[in-house]
Structures are given as structure tokens and as C-alpha cells.
T-cell receptor, first 113, second 119 residues
């Protein structure tokens, strides 16, 4: 079975500093990995995905994520955090052509002015 | 990107009544839609997979008679919470894949969610 873990419930970072939101996954085959962001009382917005190719994936709003197969990780990063980045971030995994996407428990990012 | 619209955004109802939530794919046809429930400060719980023209596939522990799902067209799926009770109060979110892209790559496009409060 596929699974994904986000070890941090909350991450606090000062505005302008780099941020990292951690994610590790477990699948038996090749992973399709995703990051989504959720603002209060809103649906999820797609940020970026890794399917194949370069391990460093660039996405929306200046975010990027690095796929590390040996560590089974897909951490979300941004070089300089903005207050507007404060939101709930979800990592998700899909195994190959398997229909279902499994979400992590979410990490609340708080960017402090 | 593909747009999924969900309506209503907020609904308050009395205990014992039924509430219908609509999920529409606006610029693509979605043969499959997904319904999630999100509790405060928790992740999304997949409730069911809605398949156009056939019965929905429910996840273990989800009452199919309580949460009726209908996917009558390629652009519309509905979730009806029947005989709602306060414990059904939650944030319900639908999602869909755009077959032209995400059927292969897997990303989901989400509706804005519906906040249900049962008094």
C-alpha cells in the first residue's frame, strides 16, 4: 500500500528566510508525487508534481521540490518565504497508474513578518 | 489549468434534513470524480470515487446510504448527505482529473469545498 508522511504539524519561518516542508513516501513501484496548498476554507491548489526526469521540480509561486529516491523523500522548498505563503501544505503520492492519490496529514506553514 | 466548481460553499441545515452538494468540471469532462471529507486540522479522507454512469465506489467505513453520490453526466457529480446530523458537520471537497493531462500524470483539480454545519 502507498503512504506518505509529513513529520511536522507546523513549520514557522521568518519572512525572507528559506523554507522547507518535509515529506517522505512509501510505494512499491514508481511514485508520482505532488504538493498541494490549502488556504482557510478553500479547496486544494496544485503546486507541483514529480513524475520522472529531473529530481528538482519547479512549481507555482516560486516553490520547488527535490525528489530523493534513496531517502524516499520529496521535500518542498522555497528560497525566500513570503507572509502570503502561510497556509496548509499537503504532500501526496500516487503509485503508477493506480487511481487513488494518498495525502499526507498536512503541514501548517506560518511565515512570520 | 482545469477548473472544478463546487456549490454551495457554505450550508447550514437542521438535523434530519438532507443536503446536496454539487461538483462540476467547467472546462473538461471528468469520467471520475473524488469526494473527500476534511475534519479540522486533519488531512483529507477519501469518501468515495464517483464514476460517470455507474455506481460510486465507497471507501471502507463510509455509509453509502448516508452519503449518496450521483455522477449523471461527464461534468457533474453530486453528494447528498441524507438525514444529516451534527456529526456530519465537516468540510467536503470534490476533485477530478482532466483526462487530457492528469489521467496520465495523476494530479487532481479541486473544488473550493463546501462547509456543512448541521444544527
Amino acid at each position: 500500500a502507498q503512504s506518505v508522511a509529513q513529520p511536522e504539524d507546523q513549520v514557522n519561518v521568518a519572512e525572507g528566510n528559506p523554507l522547507t516542508v518535509k515529506c517522505t513516501y512509501s510505494v512499491s513501484g514508481n511514485p508520482y508525487l505532488f504538493w498541494y496548498v490549502q488556504y482557510p476554507n478553500r479547496g486544494l491548489q496544485f503546486l507541483l508534481k514529480y513524475i520522472t526526469g529531473d529530481n528538482l521540480v519547479k512549481g507555482s509561486y516560486g516553490f520547488e521540490a527535490e525528489f530523493n529516491k534513496s531517502q524516499t523523500s520529496f521535500h518542498l522548498k522555497k528560497p525566500s518565504a513570503l507572509v502570503s505563503d502561510s497556509a496548509l501544505y499537503f504532500c501526496a503520492v500516487r503509485e503508477g497508474s493506480y487511481q487513488k492519490v494518498t495525502f499526507g496529514t498536512g503541514t501548517k506553514l506560518q511565515v512570520i513578518p | 489549468g482545469a477548473v472544478v466548481s463546487q456549490h454551495p460553499s457554505w450550508v447550514i441545515c437542521k438535523s434530519g434534513t438532507s443536503v446536496k452538494i454539487e461538483c462540476r468540471s467547467l472546462d473538461f469532462q471528468a469520467t471520475t470524480m473524488f469526494w473527500y471529507r476534511q475534519f479540522p486540522k486533519q488531512s483529507l479522507m477519501l469518501m468515495a470515487t464517483s464514476n460517470e454512469g455507474s455506481k460510486a465506489t465507497y471507501e471502507q467505513g463510509v455509509e453509502k446510504d448516508k452519503f449518496l453520490i450521483n455522477h449523471a453526466s461527464l461534468t457533474l457529480s453530486t453528494l447528498t448527505v441524507t438525514s444529516a446530523h451534527p456529526e456530519d458537520s465537516s468540510f467536503y471537497i470534490c476533485s477530478a482529473r482532466d483526462p487530457s493531462t492528469s489521467a496520465r500524470t495523476g494530479e487532481l483539480f479541486f473544488g473550493e469545498g463546501s462547509r456543512l454545519t448541521v444544527l
